[in-house]
């Protein structure tokens, strides 16, 4: 029995290391995905990663499935739209959780008012979809998550006004009061100041 296990693995190793080796040239570049590709090929005068290999085009992202989508070759932001775009039709369903998630780690601080709008009315997200949001959000600069505090503290209502108090009182709270209106201005500032 030991015996068949051991050979069993043998050959699993040996169609791994097969499938990802590319030795042949008619499979591609001869390359390990990811790799660089070596200065000395013809007309090349710097390495090129894979990824860089291929060109940004058009592409109809609306048309996509959302695996395809999450591969496309477009920009972050037209995929963060997309994606925000294609968040109702998931309400109810943990595909909702895997965009948001999707979300949070493809939108950069200069896309995050697209992000910011979906957390500022959550009716459309699931309750843990908008726990990926808010906990990306923490992880942001101070100029993108303080103010989006700040807009959160304006509802009381809100599903996170706790949670957004908190990090408001956090960052600013010195005398140990609780003066949320100057913290909000505070936050609003530290944002208009990195604007300009």
Known sequence: MLLLAGGVLVIGLLFYGRGIRRD?????????????IPASRPGLSEPVSAIQRVPETHVD????????LVGAPASDRAVVEELIERLP?????????VVTSHIANIATDEDYPLVEALIL????????????????????????????????????????????????????????????????????????????
């Open 24 to 36: 042949d040239p008619a499979e591609g570049d001869g390359a390990p995905a990811g790799e660089a």
């Open 61 to 68: 992202l609306a048309s996509l499935s959302l695996d395809e």
């Open 89 to 97: 039709r998931y309400k109810g369903s943990q595909r909702q959780y």
């Open 121 to 196: 009315a959550p009716e459309a997200l699931e309750p843990a979809a908008l726990d990926v949001l808010l906990a990306d959000l923490h992880s942001r600069i101070d100029e993108v998550k303080l103010p989006v505090f700040a807009e959160i503290c304006d509802d009381r209502q809100h599903p996170s006004f706790n949670e957004a108090f908190q990090s408001l009182r956090t960052y600013f709270e010195t005398d140990g009061t609780d003066d949320l209106p100057d913290w909000q201005v505070a936050a609003r500032e530290l944002a208009a100041d990195e604007d300009r």
